[in-house]
């Protein structure tokens, strides 16, 4: 408490009153020490940290307020896994269509990760949105030959796109490393998540 104090410049009630109210909204957390001096200590909570997050990433952001909440909203999506569990359920549709439908799905959603990423990077890493918008135009080329083969019943010629994307892209696995160093060191949690999503598929 003493700390936030003295970094805030705020009297000692109105950082009392602003502590409690987040610890009420489940932003913080506490422990109290048993030994003396018996200091309070507070920290943040696990959703108090993605807020803080959150908070950097829009002070950093070139990107709009819809833009990041959007970010934040793809970040926990599951889109591609549901839409392939539910195309198994239907009728007339074969194991190896539905695995090329999930697959050509999938690309789809890295594709709408990127192009995310690349609005909502820091204005100062504008180099880095150019790389990942490169990578945004072949992952949604490959999309639309992909599901151009699925329409045409051609599944093995569906999976060649989806693998002749991942082979392009992991040409630059060492910039996509580099730019998740970057956002670590930025404190960007939520946008290192992301590009980690694509770096793992480039592993």
């Not at 108090?48 to 990041?68: F, K, P, V, W, Y």
């Not at 599951?78 to 198994?88: F, I, Q």
């Amino acid at each position: 408490m003493t700390q936030i104090q003295k970094e805030t410049g705020l009297s000692t009630i109105t950082v009392l009153n602003y502590v409690e109210k987040l610890m009420i909204a489940d932003l913080l957390e506490e422990r109290r020490q048993k030994e003396l001096p018996r200091r309070r200590l507070i920290k943040l909570s696990g959703g108090g940290s993605r807020a803080a997050t959150l908070l950097n990433l829009i002070s950093q952001s070139g990107a709009g307020s819809r833009e990041l909440l959007e970010l934040g909203v793809r970040a926990g999506e599951m889109r591609a896994y549901r839409k392939a569990a539910t195309l198994l359920k239907q009728q007339n549709v074969t194991r190896d269509y539905a695995i090329a439908e999930f697959l050509v799905s999938d690309l789809e959603q890295m594709a709408e990760y990127a192009a995310l990423m690349s609005k909502s990077l820091p204005i100062q890493m504008k180099e880095d949105s150019t790389l990942l918008n490169g990578i945004v135009g072949l992952l949604k080329a490959k999309v639309v030959e992909g599901r151009r083969h699925l329409d045409n019943q051609n599944i093995r010629g569906s999976a060649e796109s989806v693998a002749a994307a991942w082979k392009e892209i992991t040409k630059h696995y060492a910039e996509l490393e580099r730019i998740n160093g970057e956002l670590k060191e930025r404190k960007l949690e939520d946008l290192s998540r992301m590009i980690d999503l694509i770096i793992v598929k480039c592993i």
